[in-house]
């Protein structure tokens, strides 16, 4: 048993959703279902956060030995902690077609104006939405979903394994993806990941990104004829 999937059997132990627990570790619940699975690694701030937060005790969660808890976890205090929700925000939608792409948006978001507002209750901060096209992320979000993000400045800031958007260079052309984000072999490299197994996974050099946002949720659109 490897050290992501021992991160199951704690939230199971604290009858937790997968939802409460990635709003713990700070990371969307999508990241904490690849960290479950195997399909990327936990990240030393999350197993920081385990260790020192739940106590859980550091020697089983790396190797299975000993007791998984040192001491007996606040299950109460640990439940009502979140990634600082908001009673309700109003959310700006924009259209990329009409910002000109996601660089000109994310450098001058006020002078942009929005094709509407999106009012969510108990939500993290966001600085905005757009809509998705593509299946690349099939079946989490299909094209024309939406998603909420919140804007990064440094790309040191990235939680590994976690949703993001972006916007890449590609000789000169503005490409616009959402993928998961995960360390790479190579020196000044990250990984893209998809959702959906019919896409590779790709490599691209960090200089590359141009702009970069946390995924903080999305919204389906489903339409009844």
Not at 75 to 98: C, H, K
Not at 173 to 179: A, T
Request: proline share 4%; charged share 25%.
């Amino acid at each position: 048993m490897t050290t992501e999937s021992r991160v199951k059997l704690i939230r199971k132990e604290l009858k937790l959703t997968q939802e409460q627990l990635a709003q713990r570790l700070g990371i969307g619940k999508a990241a904490l279902s690849m960290i479950e699975t195997g399909k990327c690694g936990l990240s030393t701030r999350n197993k920081n956060i385990l260790v020192q937060d739940l106590n859980v005790n550091p020697d089983w969660l790396e190797s299975g030995e000993g007791q998984m808890f040192n001491a007996e976890p606040e299950y109460t205090s640990f439940r009502l902690r979140s990634d600082n929700s908001l009673p309700m925000q109003s959310v700006p939608l924009y259209s990329i077609e009409g910002t000109a792409g996601l660089v000109p948006l994310f450098n001058d978001q006020a002078s942009n104006k929005p094709i509407n507002f999106i009012h969510i209750p108990n939500l993290p901060k966001c600085d905005g939405a757009i809509y998705v096209s593509g299946d690349s992320m099939y079946p989490l979000l299909k094209s024309g979903d939406i998603v909420l993000y919140k804007q990064l400045h440094n790309i040191e800031d990235i939680f590994w394994g976690d949703m993001y958007l972006l916007s890449i260079d590609l000789e000169g052309e503005e490409y616009i993806v959402v993928k998961y984000i995960q360390k790479s072999d190579r020196k000044g490299y990250v990984k893209l990941v998809s959702q959906n197994p019919h896409h590779a996974d790709k490599e691209i050099e960090i200089s590359r990104i141009r702009a970069i946002a946390l995924v903080k949720a999305s919204i389906r659109m489903n339409s009844i004829r």
